[in-house]
């Protein structure tokens, strides 16, 4: 019976025995199959891990022989991939998930642990690319010398893109943050949402140790000025604050009102609600920027921008933002006190006073001063380039043009009247036989080229004759003589068409015909005063003869013929004689007189004057007149043509002739090539009754103490004028072209920058010049003493501003430093009141504040909105913030001034219109009285001492205008 047992429980324990041998096969078989997948995991995870470490710069950990002993199983077994056998099939296989749950988690934990560690460095890592990036773009700004406050980097012309931020709802209370992601919206580029799959959004991989890891919340505080985007060449900044994220466009329902936009987990609605709340416009804008409060914290976003690095070239919306311009799009942020607008795509910041902050509205109109202007003076002549436009009328007034003004001026009684009809440079002029009317005709601008035939007592105009017709500049003009002057002869400048208008016909005259003139340029064109029909037309080479014909109004021309050796270059001037012959000078020096009928030359005059002859007059007695454009003489012959033996030498400094006239009596007026009228005869000194510049006019100043002001230009001279005798005090060569001119505070000392970085001090009373500077090798554009006349600052091209220390009576000049930041030339500056302050602007519309002292920028807006400033002078300032046009094709202001009594503002701009304003203009949609007068960019205004008059100079039309409110 024990024997049957026994045998018994052997057969059971076999097989037991075989149960486990299979369970454990199985179990084993199971084992290594795990252990192999998770190797290959391993595998797959390290791979990925290192090609993630070697972007980050980390050293990849090899996991790859992790195996049961790697998770703390012990093997009893030879082969490592066997298990130990358990006593039991439940044991076996309770033990067996375990021991594989155990070690997918441990794997599962440390692969988390890695991930949450790469993470966290490539976050710190990214913190310090950033600050690197934004310490190589301080470097490269440092390197352009841009400036302190620019609304964008100046890597290229254009803004950088802005740097999107992955805001998470625990950041959103701290807008200064760091981007968390180095990802771009394509919203930032061009200002539409970016679709899901352009976006790259990596924030969700390390959420869940993002309390373990921690968040970084250092913030970075910018160094900019009040620009947009400031830049600093005196300091670095670790890095900028982002700007926040511009927001999609809003949905509109079908009824039209607008809907809140959906929330979206990447772009939080808070931001974009607070700006809609925060800053009101003048219109409906769209593309809302971060609030000017950012601007002393973290306004210089881009410094630090990875898209400023990537694109030199920045992003669409900076390019559509290049092409914001004016008031219009102006902003104003109640709680900070600031307005923002864009000039040329520039954003600039404005800082709005303590007094105007609780009733400062864009909605408000600033209204036109109920003061006037009258042009009451005009200083210059145009002789350079101009022929035959001056004349004596029977008023007793000669007349002539400069830059867009016809001057009738009268020497006797000191008088001037103007006719202010043209907007652009007048080229030519004709007097009516009748002396009553006369005719000018303008060059290409604003307006195309025509001519205006106006009345010279009442200046009303009569008639405005080829608006249409006419593409390039009218060059010759003549009234017609025998017929009593119905007709008028007109060439124009390129094309050298002729054509002869029954001008008197209607409001805008009728073109009789036309034909071409010439292949060559043509210098006068005049209607024979005894032949009706006659004209007569002389130039390069040639001088024809043309025949109006009656019937079909056609021309036909008649060439006139020179002896071969003879023949000159240019036919320079054109007369008649009273006998009806046609006298010609020429580029040689003669004389060429043709007989009436005859289209040959019938007598000849060689040798006349040394070089050509530009003007030819015949006088009441049938005597002749002839000035030399070259030895400057002047040479009379009788009725017969012979020499009288009366001749007259003009000085150097004078030029040579240009125009000759009849006078008053036996006087003659003469216009030279230096721009000056003369009056006298043979018998008496001829006297300079009018001067002007000869080249570009630049510097102008008036003296705080006199009624007087001083003029410079490129031609060097330097011309102290008094306002009230309207003639020069004095005249100086100052050997340089003169750039800028200002008067010491006491009137006592005038400082002169020129084109070269000299600066000269000179004595306003003597002309005695205390010294000679030099600060660096650019123009000097803009001077200015501070208002106690201690300090003197120098604006120049090379971007600078250069301030001194005066002492010993202005006799010595030292140094304090210069003041770096602008990223173009310094244009305009004003002193603050107490001469503790700069404010400066540059070619580039930016504003700048600086410690005259410390020659450091200010940025403190606290500080900032209450400095009074003792000159309005910059165009880009507070109180000059409505002297822009509202839209893009509004001409750029160059020049401002303010009333020394802050009653009116006076501008100038690029198309030589010359505004007045109400002081001060804050309101972006502010009235004023528009002037013309000048043909070119108005390069200066300011007011006089006692702000009963303005002056303003044009640049390149040489003319100075002095301007008396009425």
């Not at 400023?308 to 311009?325: E, I, T, V, W």
């Not at 009442?458 to 009218?474: A, K, N, Y």
Request: hydrophobic share 35%; aromatic share 6%.
């Amino acid at each position: 019976m024990v024997t049957k047992q026994r045998g018994a429980a052997m057969e059971a324990t076999m097989e037991v025995h075989e149960l486990g041998n299979d369970i454990s096969e199985g179990i084993i078989c199971h084992t290594a199959d795990d252990n192999a997948n998770l190797n290959l995991d391993d595998n797959d995870n390290d791979n990925m891990n290192e090609a993630a470490s070697e972007d980050s710069g980390m050293s990849s950990v090899d996991n790859q022989n992790l195996g049961a002993e790697g998770v703390g199983i012990s093997s009893g077994h030879s082969h490592p991939g066997l298990l130990v056998m358990p006593t039991s099939p439940v044991s076996v296989t309770t033990a067996s998930m375990s021991a594989s749950d155990d070690m997918i988690e441990n794997e599962n934990e440390m692969l988390r642990d890695r991930v949450a560690d790469l993470e966290k460095r490539v976050h710190d890592q990214n913190d310090e690319i950033t600050c690197l990036r934004a310490t190589l773009a301080d470097c490269l700004r440092r390197i352009n010398g841009l400036e302190l406050n620019k609304s964008h980097v100046q890597v290229s012309n254009l803004q950088q893109p802005r740097m999107r931020r992955d805001v998470t709802d625990g950041m959103q209370k701290t807008p200064t943050r760091r981007p968390m992601s180095g990802s771009y919206s394509q919203q930032d580029f061009n200002g539409s949402p970016r679709t899901a799959h352009e976006a790259v959004n990596r924030r969700a991989s390390y959420a869940s140790n993002r309390d373990k890891l921690g968040s970084k919340t250092n913030l970075y505080q910018s160094t900019s000025s009040l620009h947009t985007d400031g830049q600093s060449s005196n300091s670095m900044s670790p890095a900028p604050s982002p700007s926040p994220t511009t927001p999609g466009p809003r949905h509109v329902s079908p009824g039209g009102h607008r809907l809140a936009q959906p929330h979206t987990p990447t772009r939080p609605l808070s931001a974009s609600v607070g700006l809609h709340k925060k800053w009101s416009s003048t219109s409906d804008f769209r593309d809302l920027s971060p609030g000017p409060n950012q601007m002393s914290i973290n306004r210089r976003p881009n410094a630090g921008s990875l898209a400023s690095l990537r694109s030199p070239f920045g992003s669409q919306q900076n390019l559509n933002r290049h092409l914001r311009h004016g008031t219009k799009d102006a902003q104003y942020s109640p709680e900070d006190g600031i307005v923002r607008m864009y000039l040329r795509g520039r954003t600039v910041n404005l800082i709005c006073p303590s007094s105007q902050l609780d009733t400062y509205s864009l909605a408000k109109v600033n209204p036109a001063p109920h003061q006037k202007l009258k042009l009451e003076w005009v200083y210059g002549y145009r002789g350079r380039d101009a022929r035959a436009n001056l004349h004596l009328l029977p008023t007793g007034e000669m007349a002539y043009f400069v830059a867009a003004v016809v001057v009738l001026y009268n020497v006797e009684e000191q008088s001037q009247r103007h006719y202010l009809g043209h907007t652009q440079d007048i080229k030519c002029m004709s007097v009516h036989p009748n002396k009553l009317l006369i005719a000018s005709g303008q060059a290409a601008g604003l307006d195309r080229p025509h001519i205006r035939i106006w009345n010279s007592v009442s200046l009303q105009t009569l008639h405005v004759l080829g608006m249409g017709d006419f593409e390039r500049p009218i060059c010759c003009i003549s009234f017609s003589k025998a017929d009593g002057g119905n007709l008028l002869v007109v060439v124009d400048e390129t094309e050298h068409n002729i054509s002869v208008w029954d001008w008197s016909r209607g409001e805008k005259g009728h073109k009789i015909t036309e034909t071409k003139c010439s292949t060559e340029t043509v210098v006068a064109a005049e209607f024979h005063p005894l032949e009706g029909r006659t004209i007569v037309t002389v130039g390069k080479g040639f001088v024809n003869f043309w025949q109006l014909d009656p019937t079909s109004f056609t021309l036909s021309r008649k060439t006139g013929i020179f002896d071969q050796r003879d023949k000159p270059k240019y036919v320079t001037c054109l007369a008649f004689s009273f006998t009806g012959d046609v006298i010609t000078g020429d580029s040689n020096g003669n004389v060429f007189i043709w007989g009436r009928g005859y289209n040959a030359v019938t007598k000849v005059m060689r040798k006349v004057h040394d070089g050509p002859i530009f003007s030819i007059c015949v006088l009441k007695d049938g005597s002749i007149i002839t000035g030399g454009g070259k030895d400057s003489r002047i040479v009379k012959f009788d009725t017969m043509y012979r020499k009288t033996g009366l001749e007259a030498q003009l000085p150097d400094h004078l030029g040579s002739i240009r125009t000759l006239s009849q006078g008053r009596g036996s006087q003659l007026l003469l216009g030279t090539t230096k721009n000056s009228i003369l009056t006298g005869n043979f018998d008496l000194n001829f006297q300079e009754i009018m001067v002007g510049h000869v080249s570009d006019v630049w510097a102008l100043a008036s003296s705080p103490s006199q009624p007087q002001f001083i003029s410079a230009g490129h031609d060097r001279m330097i011309h102290l004028w008094d306002i009230l005798t309207h003639s020069v005090v004095w005249s100086n060569d100052v050997g340089e072209q003169a750039q800028s001119a200002c008067f010491s505070p006491d009137g006592e000392v005038i400082i002169i920058g020129t084109v070269t970085g000299k600066w000269v001090v000179l004595d306003a009373t003597t002309r005695e010049v205390f010294g000679v500077h030099q600060d660096g090798g650019e123009p000097v554009h803009v001077a200015k003493f501070s208002p106690d006349g201690t300090l003197l600052a120098l604006g120049s091209r090379d971007n600078a501003i250069y301030t001194y220390q005066v002492k010993d009576n202005y006799r010595k000049f030292s140094r304090l430093g210069r003041c770096m930041g602008h990223s173009s030339i310094v244009t305009h500056l004003d002193w603050s009141t107490d001469s503790q302050f700069i404010q400066s602007n540059s070619a580039e519309h930016e504003l700048m504040f600086w410690s005259a002292a410390l020659c450091r920028p200010v940025r403190d807006i606290d500080i900032l909105r209450d400095i009074e400033w003792a000159t309005s002078d910059c165009v880009v300032s507070w109180t000059s913030l409505g002297i822009w046009g509202e839209t893009l094709e509004s001409p750029d202001v160059v020049t401002a001034s303010g009333s020394r009594n802050k009653e009116l503002l006076a501008s100038g701009d690029n198309s030589g219109r010359i505004r007045l304003y109400s002081y001060p203009v804050t309101q972006p949609k502010s009235l004023c009285h528009t002037y013309t007068g000048h043909s070119s960019q108005v390069t200066k205004v300011t007011w006089m001492a006692d702000s009963t008059r303005l002056l303003s100079v044009g640049g390149k039309d040489t003319a100075i205008l002095q301007w008396s409110l009425q």
